[in-house]
């Protein structure tokens, strides 16, 4: 299913037509952004069972469903004497409920591979910012969609610069919420990149340390120093789960002898971008991009290094079916 009308959307428990799956212009997450939600992939193997497989489902909607904690739309850890309690409204959907639905929404479109958008928002009831009375509505959407930063990304890399606009300032927005209104800083710095001539900007936290794309999480990799450094969640990063997963890899690659490096969390100058052997991006749409340029100054030899490249080889080589899932990430779907 594409963006041409076609298929089908969950919303609150039931399938509905893409064309009738609407919300009033009223609704709070119009005028106030109350909305968190997720991005998730699923790939069809072109080894192994030749299956289409979900990665990390579980993981995305807890991280969901976290999101939604922090913005008070479940009931969690409020007493039952609590205004917000008595007076609320809250998600009525289990994290089970919302895994259910991803797997029912792609097979009612039955792509063999997808991106999958769900979403917990505060729908319409009264308009003002208290958003209590207002119901806290759910849906899924699928759709196929290609490699975010472009088809020759994952192997050329893409030209990026650090952006004028920061990443918002601690006890501001949360930034372990993947929130929609958040992302209206992302859009400002996506629009500036491209706007210069780039692929991707690369925002700074308000202290002036890197922080992350806007829509991806970032790696360099230090060669003298055999590091490979990411920035750690106090510098205003979104927890990825893409980000955790690499970071396992990149462990595991270590204690194995494939690479002579090791990760941990770093907060990162911006000049030592442009010093590093290798910069990436990670994400659920980017994957593992290599970064070839930032601010016109090469990266490395200006084109994928050895640790991206050996990085991807074994991230893709267990989402495709040619190596064994032993971190147990994907979560298989008969499509029919």
């Known amino acids: 299913m594409g963006f041409d009308g076609s298929g089908f959307i969950w919303m609150n428990g039931k399938l509905v037509p893409w064309n009738e799956a609407t919300i009033p212009v009223g609704a709070h997450v119009i005028h106030y952004g109350s909305s968190v939600f997720e991005g998730i992939r699923m790939y069809h193997q072109e080894a192994g069972e030749h299956k289409s497989v979900v990665f990390r489902l579980r993981e995305h909607i807890q991280r ?26 809250f998600l009525k959907y289990s994290i089970n409920d919302v895994l259910d639905a991803c797997v029912e929404t792609l097979k009612a479109n039955g792509d ?45 890399g893409v030209d990026v610069a650090v952006s004028s606009w920061t990443r918002m300032a601690p006890n501001t927005f949360p930034a372990l919420a993947k929130c929609g209104a ?13 706007r ?25 990799y230090l060669k003298d120093q055999k590091a490979i450094y990411t920035p750690p969640l106090g510098n205003s990063i979104l927890p990825g789960i893409t980000r955790d997963a690499l970071i396992k890899l990149l ?5 194995a002898g494939e690479i002579d490096a090791k990760v941990e969390e770093h907060i990162i100058p911006r000049e030592m971008l442009y010093l590093a052997d290798e910069v990436f991006f990670c994400g ?8 070839r340029s930032i601010d016109g100054k090469k990266i490395g030899a200006g ?34």
């Open 112 to 156: 063999r591979d997808a991106y999958i958008r769900p979403a917990i928002y505060r729908g319409y009831h009264s308009l003002g910012v208290d958003p209590r009375n207002c119901p806290v509505d759910v849906f899924v959407m699928t759709w196929r969609w290609g490699n975010y930063l472009g088809a020759e990304a994952l192997e050329q």
């Open 251 to 255: 462990n595991d690659m270590t204690d």
């Open 182 to 194: 958040n992302y209206m800083n992302s859009q400002l710095i996506k629009l500036e990149a491209i």
């Open 284 to 291: 659920t749409a980017s994957e593992v991009t290599p970064i």
């Open 196 to 220: 210069h001539g780039y692929v991707e900007g690369i925002a700074l936290d308000t202290m002036g340390y890197v922080s992350e794309g806007s829509g991806e999480n970032i790696f360099i």
């Open 303 to 336: 084109k994928r290094g050895e640790i991206a490249g050996k990085l991807q080889e074994k991230f893709f080589s267990i989402i495709n079916g040619a190596s064994e899932d032993t971190y147990n990430w994907l979560t298989a779907v008969e499509i029919d």
């Open 64 to 89: 969901l469903y976290n999101s939604a904690k922090i913005y008070n739309m479940t009931p969690d850890n409020l007493s039952d004497d609590s205004p917000h309690a008595q007076s609320g409204e």
